[in-house]
């Protein structure tokens, strides 16, 4: 596992990568593809997207790599801020990490990341996604959020435990030995 603030960084990387991308298309695809059709009349989300000219965020449609760039970047900063840092803090609280198997350990963390990223980038998102045209109506932004956070907690948590993570660890740990700040490695 990642031992320096480097290797912290790059395994953040890692992850925020897949995630952004799993997220996107759950997004896009599973939650609102058969509206995106049915609004456009399209025969595919793809053809959707198109057809309107984008995704619609801040009030205007970007493309979907403006989107998933922008997302990467807050989530990107937000893992490496607090997602990280907080969830082993958390785990901590509930289980030590040196009597603990590694597997228990790990999976705590996964959850305590889910539990923090989950809430704070559904906040983004509503902020995102918010539909600007309508007017500022809090209850509406707060009711946005709620679904947010109901829609990807479920997809977050067995994602990331089943199957992001698992293959972070497989990836982190076959470029682990680049990473080293062995003297060694150095000459």
Known sequence: MPESKLQRMIFALITVIITVHGYVFYSLYVVNGATLMEVTG??????????QGGVYMFGRMLPIWALVLIEFCFAYLLECTVGSPF??????????PQKTHPVIFESAV???????????????????????????????FLANW??????????????????????????FKLIKPLLSSSPERAA
């Open 42 to 51: 399209a025969d595919s989300v793809l053809h959707a997207i198109q057809a």
């Open 87 to 96: 969830s082993f803090k958390l785990a901590c609280l509930n289980f030590d």
């Open 110 to 140: 996964i959850c305590a990341t889910v539990g923090l990223m989950v809430p704070s980038m559904s906040f983004l998102a509503d902020i995102f996604y918010y539909p600007y045209y309508n007017g500022f109506h809090i209850l509406t």
């Open 146 to 171: 709620l679904k947010l956070v109901c829609y990807n907690f479920p997809f977050a948590f067995f994602s990331q435990l089943f199957f992001i993570q698992p293959l972070v660890r497989k990836i």
